[in-house]
DNA sequence: TCTACATAAGCAATATTCTACATAGCCACC
DNA sequence: GGTGGCTATGTAGAATATTGCTTATGTAGA
């Protein structure tokens, strides 16, 4: 199973113990649009647990109420794996030009 | 506008010197129906220009036809951009650990 | 009261990507 | 002359992501 890179940096972001959804989008730079349908499908693949905090302290903070995420096992594990597979975009190694040009060899003192 | 993790390793092994679609698959580990919808849409962007090998030499080295494809100054600048912001991976800073310290009122002067 | 702003979660419509398959050229081998 | 193995490009339909909008609660200011 594959994930793909903006799940990936939610998972990240999860890892680095940002737990709900506001505070992954500020800490990703990713559009709610984009973190919130992530959230779901994670949460119903069992990435990650989700409960919603009491209303009690919600009222105290006189904020609207947060649903709380935090990675199960299998999240850390397929993170892990991921973030190995997205370090391709500094790993690409440059084809050999075809022709060798005459190099002038520096002068060594 | 922004590109995406597909888009930019796709551009990315273009500024790598992988020119066509089957050499971009084996840099990029993307499989044929990413790279090539991919390719479409950043050469309507003007990302890259492309054009077809010619028959003699496809014939010459006995395979099918290739076709070429190469970075733009656009398609330059925006790798460049895009690269920065696929760092975020790895530079997501931990959230500190939330002290539970007993809320004793300052003494108020 | 009305507007603006901030926090928080989410949906609808569209765009992009992925999985799986399709097609074709060229060769070698039987 | 059929089959299999490369090389090379591509398509269809499902799954994901993105953009822009919406709901809801509360604060601050004109």
Redesign the interface.
Known sequence: MKL??PT??VL??LA???HYGF?IMD???LPSGTVYPILRRIDREALVSSRWESETEAHRAQRPLRRYYELTAAGERLLAES?SR?R??HE????A?RKIRPTRRPVTP
């Open positions: 793909t890179y990936t940096l990240q972001a680095h113990r940002y505070d800490a990703t730079g973030l997205y391709a975009l690409i190694v440059p084809r030009r």
